[in-house]
């Protein structure tokens, strides 16, 4: 089994930052890639990034590029979500999933995080 649990959400000034963490823990050896995934009120959860065990990154949303990184420490089974120059749109709960490969869609990952509350508000 594995646990995700995210960490770091909180409220933010527009054009503020935050740093979003996720901690995997268990049969970490199973996943491959790790996703971040948002869902905002009244929307579908969507697919933000991806980072691939090997520190490949593939962006899902045009809104957060120039603006979200993503990086991981496989040494300290850490992936970390640097948000910047955010916007009161990118108001949701984050979550990250685990699965074997980096993809879009939710019902790729089989592990999930609890989720964290990112709030930008003035």
């Known amino acids: 089994q594995v646990q995700l649990v995210e960490s770091g959400g909180g409220l933010v000034q527009p054009g503020g930052s935050l740093r979003l963490s996720c901690a995997a823990s268990?049969?970490?050896?199973?996943?491959?890639?790790i996703g971040w995934f948002r869902q905002a009120p009244g929307k579908e959860r969507e697919g933000v990034s991806c980072?691939?065990?090997?520190?490949?990154?593939?962006i899902y949303q045009n809104s957060v590029k120039g603006r979200f990184a993503i990086s991981r420490d496989n040494a300290k089974n850490m992936v970390y979500r640097e948000m910047n120059f955010l916007k009161i749109e990118d108001t949701a709960v984050y979550y990250c999933?685990?699965?074997?490969?980096?993809?879009?869609?939710?019902?790729?990952?089989?592990?999930w995080g609890q989720g964290t509350q990112v709030t930008v508000s003035s």
């Open positions: 980072i691939s065990r090997s520190g490949g990154v593939t």
């Open positions: 999933a685990g699965g074997h490969y980096c993809s879009e869609s939710a019902n790729n990952y089989i592990h």
């Open positions: 268990g049969s970490i050896f199973s996943i491959n890639a």
